[in-house]
């Protein structure tokens, strides 16, 4: 019921500051599919500890942080409003896990002791008002 209460109260700061409607609509549905995750996360059990992390050069983003049991878990979300181009996960391509990978390690540098790591995958189709179907891929990759 919380969780519910959070989403929804999400939503209305959405609605009072409107800052979502100047984005182009592929962010939105980026935003919308990172909202998702999160609630599913939470859902599966996972303390998310950052959304959006930035490196500090600017250099990249993590989409959410967070721990499932005593592991640290980066997640990219990959959010699609269609399956017919290639599967929203495959996008998680080489150069873009190496990134990811990059702004791991530096987010690694903030933490004490040297936790187990784990890069997931979250994908997401938003199709035609139907529930969002959402398949989470652990260990998808390896830190690099």
Known sequence: MAGRFLQNALRMLDAVFPT????????RTGQVGE?????????????????NYRARNKSGEIDLI???????VFVEVKTR????????EAAVDREKRKAIARVAREYLRR??????????IVSIYCERKQQPDITLFRSAFPLT
């Not at 967070?66 to 640290?72: E, F, I, P, V, Y």
Request: no cysteine; charged share 25%.
């Open 35 to 51: 909202e998702i995750a999160y609630f599913h996360l939470r859902k599966l059990g996972y303390i998310i500890v950052a959304r």
């Open 66 to 72: 967070g721990w499932d049991s005593g592991t640290l």
């Open 111 to 120: 933490v004490e002791g040297a936790p187990a790591t784990r890069f997931d």
């Open 20 to 27: 979502a409607q100047n984005k182009p609509e592929h962010q």
């Open 81 to 88: 409003t269609t399956r017919t181009v290639k599967p929203a």
